[in-house]
C-alpha cells in the first residue's frame, strides 16, 4: 500500500507559528518543530531576550526564524504579525496557539479586568491568530492547528474560574473550527497538559508529589512531543490529548 507516516516527511519544509514561544511549553514546541524540518515564527509578548535564545536554538537546527512581538489578544497586532511572517518565511501552514496567562484568582477576589484579560489572552487570541491563517490554508487544502488547553477545561485546576473558562472555551473553539474545516483538509486539535514545569506552574505552586500518581510534573519538552504526534496525524481532528502524569482519564 505503501502509505508514508512519517511524521517528519509531512511537516519538513511547512512555515509554522508558534505562539508565546518565547519560555516555557512555547519554546519546546518552537525547537521540537524545526527538528522536525519546519521552519518556525517566535511569537512573544514582552521578553524579546528570551525570544533571541529561542531563535539561535532554531537556527542551529538549520530552519529559518523569525521572531515576532505581538500581543495576540490585539486583533490589529495579530493581522500585523501574520504579515510580517508572510514576508520573513511565507504563509503559516502550522498553527500552535499557545500563548496564554494564568492569573491566580479566589471566586472573592477575581476582577472584572482579570476576567476580560484571560478570555481576550487565552481564548480570543487563538479565534484571531485562526482567522488570520486560514486564508492562506483554505487555499492549499492543507493546514494543521493545534491549540494548547489545560486540564482546567475538564477538571477543577488551581489557577481560577476564569482560566477554567478560557480553557473550556478553547476547547470549543476547536471543535467548531474543526467539524467545519475538515472537508479543507485543515485538521483542528487541542492538546491539553497539567502541571507542567514553567514560569507559569513552578514547582512551588505544582506540589507534584501529592496531586501526581507519575510522582513529578511534566516537561514542556514532553508536551512537545505530543503536540508533534497530532500535528504529523493527518486523520485526527477535533480532539483533545490530555498529559497530566495520570491525574485523570477523561
Ligand atoms: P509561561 O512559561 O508563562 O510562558 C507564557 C508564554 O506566553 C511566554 O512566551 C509569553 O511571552 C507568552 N504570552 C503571554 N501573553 C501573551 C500575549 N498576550 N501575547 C503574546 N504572547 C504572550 O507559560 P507556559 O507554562 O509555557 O504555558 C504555555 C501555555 O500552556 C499557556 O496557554 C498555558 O495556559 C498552557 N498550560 C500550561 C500548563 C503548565 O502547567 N505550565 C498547564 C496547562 C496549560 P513573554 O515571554 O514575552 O512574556
Redesign the pocket.
Known amino acids: 500500500m505503501g502509505h508514508n507516516l512519517s511524521t517528519v516527511s509531512d511537516l519538513a519544509g511547512r512555515v509554522c507559528l508558534v505562539?508565546?514561544?518565547?519560555?516555557?511549553?512555547?519554546?519546546?514546541i518552537a525547537v521540537a518543530l524545526a527538528a522536525a524540518g519546519c521552519d518556525v515564527a517566535i511569537?512573544?509578548?514582552?521578553?524579546?531576550e528570551?525570544?533571541e535564545r529561542v531563535a539561535a536554538q532554531v537556527k542551529a537546527l538549520g530552519r529559518r526564524v523569525t521572531i515576532v512581538?505581538?500581543?495576540?489578544?490585539?486583533a490589529a497586532?495579530v493581522s500585523a504579525m501574520a504579515a510580517q511572517i508572510n514576508s520573513a518565511l511565507g504563509p503559516i501552514d502550522v498553527l500552535v496557539?499557545?500563548?496564554?496567562?494564568?492569573l491566580r484568582r479566589g471566586i472573592d477576589d477575581l476582577t472584572e479586568a482579570d476576567f476580560d484579560e484571560t478570555i481576550?489572552?487565552?481564548l480570543k487570541?487563538a479565534f484571531l491568530c485562526t482567522q488570520a491563517v486560514l486564508p492562506h490554508m483554505r487555499a492549499q487544502k492543507w493546514g494543521r492547528i493545534v491549540n494548547?488547553?489545560?486540564?482546567?477545561a475538564r477538571g477543577a485546576g488551581s489557577?481560577g474560574l476564569h482560566?477554567n473558562a478560557?480553557?473550556a472555551g478553547?476547547e470549543g473553539l476547536t471543535r467548531g473550527y474543526a467539524s467545519r474545516l475538515a472537508r479543507e483538509g485543515i485538521t483542528v486539535n487541542a492538546v491539553?497538559?497539567?502541571?507542567?514545569?514553567?514560569?507559569?506552574?513552578p514547582a512551588s505552586e505544582?506540589n507534584a508529589g501529592a496531586r501526581i500518581p507519575l510522582g513529578r510534573?511534566?516537561r514542556?519538552e514532553e508536551?512537545a512531543q505530543a503536540t508533534l504526534m497530532v500535528l504529523g496525524n493527518a486523520y485526527m481532528t477535533g480532539q483533545t490529548v490530555h498529559l497530566n502524569g495520570g491525574t485523570s482519564f477523561d
Do not use: F, W
Not at 512581538?69 to 490585539?74: G, Y
Open positions: 505562539t508565546g514561544a518565547s519560555r516555557g511549553i512555547g519554546r519546546a511569537n512573544y509578548r514582552s521578553r524579546s528570551e525570544a512581538q505581538a500581543d495576540v489578544a490585539e497586532a496557539n499557545n500563548a496564554g496567562i494564568a481576550a489572552v487565552n487570541s494548547i488547553s489545560s486540564g482546567a489557577i482560566y478560557s480553557k478553547m491539553a497538559p497539567s502541571l507542567i514545569e514553567t514560569d507559569m506552574m505544582a510534573q511534566g514542556p508536551v
